[in-house]
């Protein structure tokens, strides 16, 4: 009787050796799916975890935050200021979208507002 013996790298990484008649070999390759190009289910939901931890948080109340970390507001700006603070880091939003975001701030007392020369004007 003649042995056949096969050796298959996953995609995985795992590498599989198959020893036996060809009559099995060929039966145990036949059973394995390597059309799928789809990963096991538990490898997949490890590979989108590890995706969305990678993520960095791009909502614009996040990035407002983040120049505020960085120390933009420590002197008074206005809403084209902030405009101009996120098209910096390329985040490009209309005057008006921020309008509402920053009221919401203010409330929320992550930001301050005081008026000054007739215009609102933001500070930490």
């Known amino acids: 009787m003649t042995k056949a013996k096969a050796k298959i790298n996953l995609a995985n990484g795992t590498k599989v050796v198959i020893e ?3 009559s ?3 039966n145990i390759v036949n059973q394995l799916d390597f059309k799928s190009k789809e990963a096991p289910r538990g490898e997949r939901e ?3 975890k ?3 931890d990678k993520r960095i948080k ?3 109340t ?3 935050l983040s ?3 960085g120390g933009f507001f420590k002197s008074p700006k206005d ?3 902030i405009k101009a603070g996120l098209a910096e880091i390329g985040h490009i939003y209309p005057v008006q979208t921020l309008s509402s975001i920053v009221f919401k701030m203010v409330r929320r007392r992550y930001l301050r507002r005081v008026k000054k020369n007739g215009r609102w004007v933001y500070i930490r």
Do not use: H, M
Request: aromatic share 0%; proline share 8%; hydrophobic share 40%.
């Open 46 to 48: 490890t590979r989108l």
């Open 50 to 52: 590890r995706t969305k």
């Open 67 to 69: 120049l505020a970390d």
């Open 62 to 64: 996040d990035l407002i």
């Open 79 to 81: 809403l084209a200021s």
């Open 24 to 26: 099995e070999v060929a």
């Open 58 to 60: 791009t909502s614009p």
């Open 20 to 22: 036996g008649s060809p």
